[in-house]
């Protein structure tokens, strides 16, 4: 059950029992939860192992889903480096957000950028939404460099808390239409 997309490198399925160990992993660093609205710290089997539950309930919810939460395996070694989603899912307004997160040792390598890339045509190309909204703690460079490249705008701030830290931040709001997306695609495919 659940969808699964492929890219040149990665393969985006759903969260699963044997990914529990890599999740745990993955987000018990700091270095990563700390950009990351709501994961705890320390992160342990048990909250993998609940998050994994609840992705299972998502993908057995049926054909229109209010969320996909994808595990982002390495298709050579099979590996899971990180998570991307597409959650609050609005049909009628044609809207969705999302998160990402790209586990040490992976980060600046392109996959990130793979990753949501993937998830933003699933939305807009098979899903029909029209506009995406994310967005990023303050100081966090990466992802800010990630989106821009993507086409994301910013269009606000919001005050947030960082559950990882505790920390009192500010969220920049960011968001991509379809039709600037498809600007971009259709620039892409007439480049020589
Ligand atoms: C933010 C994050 C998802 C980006 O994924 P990534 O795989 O590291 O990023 P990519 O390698 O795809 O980089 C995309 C672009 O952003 C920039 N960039 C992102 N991370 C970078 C890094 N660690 N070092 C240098 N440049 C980086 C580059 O300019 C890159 O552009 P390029 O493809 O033209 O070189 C990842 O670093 C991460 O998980 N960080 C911790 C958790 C987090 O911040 N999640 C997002 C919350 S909003």
Redesign the pocket.
Known sequence: MGIKIETSRLTLRPWGEDDIEQLTLGLNDL??AK??AFVPHPYSTSHARDWVRRCRELSNAGTRPGAYEFALELRSGRRVI?GVSLNRIDRQAGTAGG?????DG???????????EAKIRFAFGELGLTKLV????DG?E??W???R?LGYRRVGEVASRCMADGRQTIEHVTELRRSDWQGREDQASNRP
């Open positions: 270095e990563v950009w990351l990180g998160g990402i997160w790209i586990a992976y980060q600046g390598r392109g996959y990130g950028r793979e990753a949501f994310n967005g990023y703690f966090n990466n992802s460099a990630m989106q490249k």
